[in-house]
Nanobody, 126 residues
């Protein structure tokens, strides 16, 4: 069992930067692909960024490319997501998720992820 806890969300103005953190307990994160999902108001939850087990492979959603940096520290059992130049449309609940895998592949579907945090709210004001 993996317990994930997100932090770092809040109310920010457009143009600001924010770093979300995800801390894990119960199992080493080195066995998991890690993802950050966003659920915007009235929309389904969707992947915004993911990182492979060894950190060498990453995925970023096209709509936010150039503004996202996902990173991980397997020794510290943490994953981070930095979002730059925040826009009002970035508003939503951001969830950290873990996908148990034996490979370095990155999966983009919500159903591939086995463990979820409780989410952290990000609100971007214009």
């Amino acid at each position: 069992q993996v317990h994930l806890v997100e932090s770092g969300g809040g109310l920010v103005q457009a143009g600001a930067s924010l770093t979300l953190s995800c801390a894990a307990s119960g199992h080493t994160l080195s066995s998991f692909t890690m993802g950050w999902f966003r659920q915007a108001p009235g929309k389904e939850r969707a992947l915004v960024a993911a990182i492979s087990r060894n950190g060498e492979g990453t995925y970023h959603v096209d709509s936010m490319k150039g503004r996202l940096t996902i990173s991980r520290d397997n020794a510290e059992n943490t994953v981070a997501l930095q979002i730059n130049s925040l826009k009002p449309e970035d508003t939503g609940v951001y969830y950290c998720a873990a996908d148990w895998t034996f490979t370095q592949n990155i999966h983009i579907h919500e159903s591939d992820y086995d463990y979820w945090g409780q989410g952290t709210q990000v609100t971007v004001s214009s």
